[in-house]
């Protein structure tokens, strides 16, 4: 089991500010002032985003490098549509592109590679991701 702990941020004058750690790694989390913070970091939703956005990306990669594909670079565009997320319903639309000389089929084997993210894989409809809460 992985553990991480997060805690206000006693550096930053935002009340809202959480630090996360994360093995030797902080991540900082804020809110918009409407909701009282400073948004002096993204808020958590937005890493959520970012953290399907990059495995894709990551899994692309790796994909690529494993079969010796000529992959330059890939940038992904996320679009999201959060207007049902209160009834459980958030869509998240990428828009790859993948830059080096590739033919059709490796672009294809690329683009199944990025379905294969393990972070995306979370939201399928097989996942069952169980959120434990208790007070120590």
């Known amino acids: 089991m992985k553990t991480q702990t997060v805690s206000q941020d006693k550096n930053h004058s935002s009340k809202m500010r959480q630090v996360v750690k994360a093995g030797d790694n902080e991540i900082?989390?804020?809110?918009?002032?409407?909701?009282?913070?400073?948004?002096?970091?993204?808020?958590?939703?937005?890493?959520?985003?970012?953290?399907?956005?990059?495995?894709?990306?990551?899994?692309?990669?790796?994909?690529?490098?494993?079969?010796?594909?000529?992959?330059?670079?890939?940038?992904?565009?996320?679009?999201?549509?959060?207007?049902?997320?209160?009834?459980?319903?958030?869509?998240?639309?990428?828009?790859?592109?993948?830059?080096?000389?590739?033919d059709e089929k490796e672009r294809k084997a690329l683009l199944a590679a990025a379905e294969q993210c393990p972070v995306g894989k979370l939201f399928g409809e097989k996942a069952q991701v169980v959120l434990n809460s208790k007070l120590v």
Not at 48 to 69: E, H, N, P, Q, S
Not at 72 to 101: A, C, Q
């Open 28 to 102: 900082y989390f804020d809110v918009p002032e409407a909701l009282g913070g400073e948004s002096s970091a993204p808020n958590p939703h937005v890493y959520l985003d970012a953290a399907v956005l990059a495995c894709k990306a990551i899994t692309i990669r790796l994909f690529a490098a494993r079969r010796g594909y000529a992959l330059e670079d890939v940038s992904i565009t996320l679009n999201t549509d959060d207007s049902k997320e209160r009834e459980g319903i958030y869509v998240m639309n990428f828009d790859i592109e993948l830059i080096g000389d590739l």
